[in-house]
């Protein structure tokens, strides 16, 4: 089975940027999308077919991929935007996640 | 308001048994493809099943070795799960999902969980 790999945790500065990566051999033939979940609260879809915002989302959040990596990017970080962020993608007919990302304001 | 509500969850001693619950609201559910995904203590999101509109198309991790049935009832806007011989490691936060594929051609395995509900927490434990 495929796996996800994405860092721990990646820090900011508010109104930087901050890139989340996810990595997986599954991502070359496959979409990713990703999750914010802040404490407490369940997941909420911010990119789905690697580039694309579900409506409402701010436009700060984006997504891109290339080769077998995916980056979530948000642009003039916010500290609303704390959160544990995870990628996902389908291995065959089976939703596989990454681990998670601790993102951190500070 | 589109929304899944779950309930069910609760503590369970090891080999027993539970169903939860996932009313929807807001959306035809009877379009669209469901699922359920669980969060352990350590925030791993692990995929458990999917089940189509008709319930003709089901898909279960393979780690769960058939514990767990997901079911629904369209006329109810409901989906469920049933879990077996429950263990300690099935304690989680078990949420519901909806799968944003709404064509004959879903799923397409490129499909993201778009709207989820609030979570029901399980324990498993003596």
């Known amino acids: 089975s495929y796996e996800l790999t994405q860092p721990s945790s990646v820090s900011v500065s508010p109104g930087q940027t901050a890139t989340i990566t996810c990595s997986g051999d599954?991502?070359?033939?496959?979409?990713t999308s990703w999750y914010q979940q802040k404490p407490g609260q369940s997941p909420v879809l911010v990119v789905y077919q690697d580039t694309k915002r579900p409506s409402g989302l701010p436009e700060r959040f984006s997504g891109s991929k290339s080769g077998n990596t995916a980056t979530l990017t948000i642009r003039g970080t916010q500290a609303m935007d704390e959160a544990d962020y995870f990628c996902?993608?389908?291995?065959?007919?089976?939703?596989?996640f990454g681990g998670g990302t601790i993102l951190t304001v500070i | 308001q589109v929304q899944l509500v779950e309930s069910g969850g609760g503590l369970v001693e090891p080999g027993g048994s539970l169903r939860l619950s996932c009313v929807a609201s807001?959306?035809?559910?009877?379009?669209?493809?469901m699922g359920w995904i669980r969060q352990g203590p350590g925030k791993i999101l692990e995929w458990i099943s999917f089940?189509?509109?008709?319930?003709?198309?089901?898909n279960y991790a393979e780690s769960l070795q058939g514990r767990f049935a997901t079911s629904r009832d369209n006329a109810k806007n409901s989906l469920f799960l049933q879990m077996s011989r429950l263990r300690a490691e099935d304690t989680a936060v078990y949420y519901c999902?909806?799968?944003?594929?709404?064509?004959?051609?879903?799923?397409?395995?490129?499909?993201?969980?778009?709207?989820w509900g609030q979570g029901t927490t399980v324990t498993v434990s003596s």
């Open positions: 996902q993608a389908w291995d065959r007919s089976a939703a596989i």
């Open positions: 999902a909806r799968l944003d594929c709404i064509n004959d051609s879903c799923p397409t395995y490129d499909d993201a969980f778009d709207i």
């Open positions: 089940i189509s509109p008709g319930s003709t198309n089901k």
């Open positions: 599954i991502l070359g033939k496959k979409f």
């Open positions: 807001g959306f035809a559910f009877n379009d669209f493809y």
